[in-house]
């Protein structure tokens, strides 16, 4: 009913969705910084959507399993294997007793989120089980996972992702899987969509045709609260300072030394700076990737569109979750 | 009274469109009841700053931006019974600081921009009655106004990386204190000992909306009598 921690690699943490409710007093909504793909590999696993799982960052992560689970990961150009055998990205894989699972990040840096059947059981701390990581609560023991950490593993529901015959059949990992784009999100060179900000009229008419045509940069002092860019400077016609006021992941903000800043979902509840922009929800998966030193492109997409994006992925994921469960045991 | 997106799944209600401490407050809070007594479907959760009140939705669930724009337009209008004060009036805490040196890297850069010596900015920064007009930016930090306007100072170009815990700081014409470690942009002049933010207390933050807060200065040694 457990996994141990046999390597922990580099900042691996325990994430759900993330926790709502406490933007009044300042709590984050954190969570797995692509919630859609945890959603995706806990929809494999046949759990609920706020199961919690593990995201992984940087080197490798190896995890020992001491029974049998059904496992799926999502999002940036791992490596994962059971034992010697390779799980592809969005595909269900199965776990036996014993058998070691290994997360390798890519070289060039990135992201994964793994889901385990069952989900992890750390306690709910303010209506969630992710980790805070700068205010140390939640998840396991408010921190990154270190090498020895045993996680506990909830009860299995009342069903199961792949049926004996199929566990048989396909031993590591099961044919089905989810649609490519959901599964992988590590693409470089990307073109990531926004809106306009509430502030973008307070831009020259330079910054706001260089936000959108120029190449930004991520630098190095990026974390999970933004993603920090270089690039051109954006400058603003109306420098007064703002009264701070809500921000969300996905705002692009503008501190007075002109670089724009991409909030992830880390970020503060509310802050001061321009908002000059927001990418939409559908492509947080892609700025969860960014890495230092991507290229990031920006381009705008009208709010109607951004809506509608969303509202047809959250179709499509409605049918992907009915599909999956004619493998449900 | 104007409504804003706040990129695709959210959205900005500006209550007011310039902060007066003696008004502002109420009227955001007044608002936040209001919007939180119509039942719309999708609504995730309100975060009210100043003048403003972030309403966080799910697009999926939710009517569109005119829908939820019109819904709330029709709440604000709707009057509802005024909140009843709190037991004991309002609450007033007070937030013991240590202004010496070592606490207060930035202020230098306050006495340069205002003209004020150290001890005249202290004297004034801790005589003022502040209230809460909200609590954001990281768990249970206290986003004050009734800065006395003379030390108001612009936040810093680039903002920090790392700002310790219990900092109490200026950013324009706001004042705060940070509840931990954190990345920020304003001043800092001070630090407290107290704890802001505690998951295992009932009420996790110590301020609230509403609150009235004092500083009080203190020395080095109570600092760190207070701090053990």
């Known amino acids: 009913m457990s996994v141990v921690v046999r390597s922990a690699g580099f900042l691996t943490s325990v994430q759900d969705l993330g926790r709502t409710g406490f933007r009044q007093s300042g709590v984050s909504v954190g969570g797995a910084l692509d919630s859609h793909a945890l959603r995706v590999a806990n929809a494999l696993v046949a759990n609920d959507d706020t199961a919690a799982g593990i995201e992984a960052t940087l080197g490798t992560v190896r995890l020992h399993f001491d029974d049998e689970r059904v496992v799926a990961w999502c999002g940036g150009a791992f490596a994962v294997r059971i034992n010697d055998d390779e799980l592809p990205p969005g595909h269900t894989g199965f776990v036996e007793s014993g058998d070691e699972l290994t997360m390798t990040a890519p070289d060039t840096g990135g992201r994964a989120w793994l889901a385990i059947s069952g989900g992890i059981d750390v306690p709910l701390i303010l209506g969630s089980r992710s980790t805070d990581l700068r205010g140390s609560f939640g998840g396991h023991g408010g921190r990154a996972l270190r090498d020895g950490d045993e996680l506990s593993l909830d009860k299995e529901r009342s069903r199961r992702c792949g049926t004996d015959e199929e566990r048989r059949r396909f031993q590591t990992a099961a044919p089905w899987g989810a649609p490519a784009t959901w599964a992988t999100t590590g693409n470089r060179n990307v073109l990531v969509r926004i809106v306009r900000g509430a502030h973008w009229d307070r831009f020259t008419p330079e910054a706001q045709s260089s936000l959108v045509t120029n190449s930004f940069s991520v630098t190095s002092d990026s974390d999970r609260m933004g993603a920090r860019l270089d690039g051109p400077e954006l400058e603003r016609i109306d420098a007064t300072d703002l009264l701070s006021e809500a921000v969300a992941p996905g705002t692009v903000q503008v501190p007075p030394n002109g670089k724009p800043i991409l909030l992830l979902g880390d970020c503060q509840t509310i802050g001061g700076y321009p908002k000059i922009a927001h990418v939409i929800t559908v492509d947080l998966p892609i700025a969860a990737q960014l890495w230092p030193g991507d290229p990031v492109r920006f381009h705008e997409v009208s709010l109607a569109e951004a809506q509608d994006l969303l509202r047809e992925r959250e179709e499509d994921f409605a049918r992907f979750r009915v599909g999956l469960s004619l493998h449900f045991e | ?228």
Not at chain 2, 140 to 146: A, T
Request: net charge negative.
């Open chain 2, 1 to 228: 009274m104007r409504i804003e997106p706040l990129g695709d799944s959210a959205l900005i209600v500006r209550v007011a469109d310039h902060f007066d401490p003696e008004t502002s407050s109420n009227a955001v809070l007044a608002a936040v009841r209001q919007i939180e007594a119509v039942a719309m479907s999708g609504v995730i959760e309100l975060a009210p700053a100043y003048t403003t009140i972030g309403v966080f939705f799910d697009p999926a669930r939710s009517g569109s931006f005119g829908e939820l724009k019109a819904t709330i337009e029709h709440a604000l209008q709707t009057s509802l019974e005024p909140a009843r004060p709190r037991a004991g009036g309002e609450t007033v805490i007070e937030v013991p600081v240590c202004y010496e040196d070592e606490f207060a890297p930035d202020l230098n850069d306050v006495e340069q921009h205002t003209g004020l010596s150290q001890d005249e900015i202290i004297r004034r920064h801790s005589d003022a009655t502040y209230r809460v007009a909200c609590v954001g930016f990281t768990p249970g930090f206290p986003y004050l106004s009734g800065l006395p306007s003379e030390l108001a100072t612009p936040r810093r170009a680039s903002p920090r990386k790392e700002i310790p815990v219990g900092a109490v700081a200026i950013g324009g014409t706001q004042t705060g204190i940070y509840p931990r470690k954190s990345p920020g942009g304003w001043n800092i002049i001070g630090r407290t000992p107290l704890r802001l933010f505690d998951v295992q207390r009932e009420s996790p933050a110590l301020f609230h909306a509403g609150d009235q807060v004092r500083f009080r200065q203190i020395s080095r040694s109570e600092f760190e009598k207070s701090l053990a």
